[in-house]
């Protein structure tokens, strides 16, 4: 059974840290692209960040590039989105998502609340 369990948030202060975690399960995330979208109060979803199967390619929002990185441990299957000089505006709900088999599967998505 493929599964996403997603951690990491909380309340950080404008230009803190937090490390978003992405425990996969069912599948092997080496083997599939991923991806971390977010969504604020009363905005759309947006993309954050994805990185390739392999692991070769990773993409970020304008945004967030040399802020936030992708990384991925396969002994733990698990990936992580590193998140430096946090800003107000990346107050959001942040999911993992991975399209295994064609089928899209979220992490329950963590809060992350960057305020002072």
């Known amino acids: 059974q493929v599964q996403l369990v997603d951690s990491g948030g909380g309340l950080v202060q404008p230009g803190g840290s937090l490390r978003l975690s992405c425990a996969a399960s069912?599948?092997?995330?080496?083997?599939?692209?991923m991806n971390w979208y977010r969504q604020a109060p009363g905005r759309e979803r947006e993309f954050v960040a994805s990185i390739s199967s392999g692991g070769v390619i990773k993409k970020y929002r304008d945004s967030v590039k040399g802020r936030f990185t992708l990384s991925r441990d396969n002994a733990q299957n698990t990936l992580y989105l590193q998140m430096n000089s946090l800003k107000s505006e990346d107050t959001a709900v942040y999911y993992c998502i991975a399209v295994v088999m064609y089928k899209d599967y979220w992490g329950q998505g963590p809060q992350v609340t960057v305020s002072s």
């Open positions: 069912g599948f092997t995330c080496l083997n599939y692209g």
